[in-house]
């Protein structure tokens, strides 16, 4: 069974449905001192942060899973909103516009550490203005990487996708599938 650290709503349904055994256990994580310097490794900085705060915490608990997404466009770092304002920026950059989610992943159980760091770049077309309204006041893009939702929102202005859905959802279940 693997043990999910996160809180994710949307990794736990990653993880159901593709079958996996789990639980998930919540946990507060601090990520507000790592720097927005990297596109290519700020997700990677977090998951490793993540690990050792948990490791702290639970220094005897095995086959965990931990993992955070960003989403980058025209190479600025997007985490999860703050606020209405802030979702609004960031979807407004999506539109229209190519954005890459990248998400870092650490499995660990008694004879395997899996660290992997996966993308998935998705052209948009331009969003609808009353939709973005609508998708924001109904706060759907709480606790989304980049305000990004690929299986909500999102989906219905995708033109182009390379890479797994699941790593736009925040969890490369393929790659985990492999090694599990």
Not at 11 to 27: H, M, P, S, V
Not at 53 to 80: H, M, R, T, W
Not at 92 to 115: F, G, W
Request: glycine share 4%; with cysteine; net charge positive.
């Amino acid at each position: 069974m693997i043990n999910l650290a996160s809180s994710s709503k949307t990794r736990a349904k990653i993880l159901k449905d593709f079958g996996f055994d789990f639980k998930q256990i919540l946990f507060n994580y601090d990520e507000s001192y790592i720097i927005k310097k990297e596109p290519l490794t700020y997700a990677y900085n977090v998951v490793c942060a993540k690990y050792l705060q948990f490791k702290k915490v639970y220094p005897n608990l095995e086959n965990l899973l931990f993992a955070d997404s960003s989403v980058v466009v025209d190479n600025e770092i997007f985490g999860k909103a703050k606020n209405d304002e802030d979702a609004f920026y960031m979807l407004k950059k999506q539109s229209d516009n190519e954005a890459s989610v990248i998400t870092a992943m650490i499995y660990e159980n008694k004879k395997l550490k899996l660290i992997n760091l996966s993308i998935t770049t998705f052209r948009f077309k331009k969003f609808d203005e009353k939709d973005l309204k609508n998708y924001i006041d109904k706060k759907e893009y709480v606790g989304k990487a980049g305000a990004m939702m690929i299986e909500g929102f999102n989906k219905k202005y995708i033109v182009s996708q390379k890479g797994n859905t699941s790593t736009a959802m925040g969890l490369n279940a393929e790659i985990l599938k492999a090694y599990v």
